[in-house]
Each structure stands twice: as structure tokens, then as C-alpha cells.
């Protein structure tokens, strides 16, 4: 098993809808949840984190961490072509280490 | 400039040879990450530096890679005896703090393309 696991995609989502990117994680004391988009050819943006249950809601993104099901989740509303990217889920695992774990990522296509 | 800056942005050697890799952090970033990602995967961890000190480069494949970060600021990264196995995107981030919670977001760099051929 992964530590970090993502549905690889692509999902495709016509313009306007919203995406729902999803993460799952192994290490139940995991702490720090971030999202990363990445345009091909190009490196990881931070577009949000996460450290407490619940949501977190910035702009079109939503985050909504479940501590207890191990999984992480990514909204985007009102989906735009340009979102189109592979996004990446990181955590930041209670190993005591300051590396974040990664997922391989989840390809997003908006169709026009 | 604001964000993390890496030199050069691509870099072509030949199999055998020493190559030196650039980051500059952010102003003020306390720590320094060195990352590197293959194609269709996502950044793997190399080595982490809380001001000058390596604090853990449990990531390092090899002894043939090794990091400096002698002023707490510019870091390089050096691959002895490159290997066509070492080929990827070489990612540098930076963060506020090395702590949980609040300050410790990574910010990534443009990246350094590695090529061996």
C-alpha cells in the first residue's frame, strides 16, 4: 500500500461543474494536508492546506480533511479550463520527519 | 525575486560526470528542501536543512549525492559519477519554519531538468 494513494485520472469535468479530487493516507498520525497544482512542464504550486478536521474553503477551492477515514479531498467549483493540471496531494507524516509524502497525482481535464 | 530561484534550469551531462545544482530560498526561509521527480510521479524527498545543518537527508539515494547549505540561505546540490538512472526534474522548496502547523507551507522552485545521457 501507497502512503499517499490518488486516483491517477484523468477526470474530466465539463466547464462550470465542480471536480472533486480525492487522497487517501496510511499513517493514521498525520498532521499537515496540502494540495499542489501542477501544469505539465512545470513545479508544484501550493494551492491549499489543511490541518484540522473539517473544511477550508479559498476562493473556488474547498479542502475537507477526515482525520478518522484517512482521507483528504479537493473541490474546485465552478471548474474553468485553465484548471486543467495534475494536482497533488502531500502530507506531512508523524514521523517527526519535515518531508511531505506524496501522491502521484490525479490528471483534472474542464472541457470547454 | 520573491520566490525560490533554481540554477540551471536544464542541465545535459554525460554519464560519469560531477554536476552542482542551485537553489536560492525564499528571503527568509528558514528551511531548505531538496526534492526530485520522475516523470508521471510525485516529488520524492532528497534531503532537509534547517539553517546551515542537513537535518535529515535520509532521502539521499546514494553517497554519490550529496548537499551544502554553508550560509543558511543558497543551497547546492552535488551528484558525483551521474548515472542515466539520475535523469529527473531536481524540485528546491522553502519554508518559513521547519516546525508543524503554521509557517511550515514548502514553496517550490521552478526546477533543475537533469539529463544524463
Known amino acids: 500500500q501507497k502512503e499517499v494513494e490518488q486516483n491517477s485520472g484523468p477526470l474530466s469535468v465539463p466547464e462550470g461543474a465542480i471536480a472533486s479530487l480525492n487522497c487517501t493516507y496510511s499513517d493514521r498520525g498525520s498532521q499537515s494536508f496540502f494540495w499542489y497544482r501542477q501544469y505539465s512542464g512545470k513545479s508544484p504550486e501550493l494551492i491549499m492546506f489543511i490541518y484540522s478536521n473539517g473544511d477550508k474553503e479559498d476562493g473556488r477551492f474547498t479542502a475537507q480533511l477526515n482525520k478518522a477515514s484517512q482521507y483528504v479531498s479537493l473541490l474546485i467549483r465552478d471548474s474553468q479550463p485553465s484548471d486543467s493540471a495534475t494536482y497533488l496531494c502531500a502530507v506531512l507524516m508523524d514521523t517527526g520527519r519535515r518531508a511531505l509524502t506524496f501522491g502521484s497525482g490525479t490528471r483534472l481535464q474542464v472541457q470547454p | 525575486g520573491a520566490g525560490v530561484s533554481q540554477t540551471p534550469s536544464n542541465k545535459v551531462t554525460e554519464k560519469g560526470k560531477y554536476v552542482e545544482l542551485r537553489c536560492d530560498p525564499i528571503s527568509g526561509h528558514t528551511a531548505l528542501y531538496w526534492y526530485r521527480q520522475s516523470l508521471g510521479q510525485g516529488p520524492e524527498f532528497l534531503i532537509y536543512f534547517q539553517g546551515t545543518g542537513a537535518a535529515d537527508d535520509s532521502g539521499l539515494p546514494n553517497d554519490r549525492f550529496f548537499a551544502v547549505r554553508p550560509e543558511g540561505s543558497v543551497s547546492t546540490l552535488k551528484i558525483q559519477r551521474t548515472e542515466r538512472g539520475d535523469s529527473a526534474v531536481y524540485l528546491c522548496?522553502?519554508?518559513?519554519?521547519?516546525?508543524?502547523?503554521?509557517?511550515?507551507?514548502?514553496?517550490f522552485g521552478p526546477g533543475t531538468r537533469l539529463t544524463v545521457l
Open positions: 522548496a522553502s519554508s518559513l519554519t521547519g516546525t508543524s502547523g503554521r509557517g511550515n507551507e514548502q514553496f
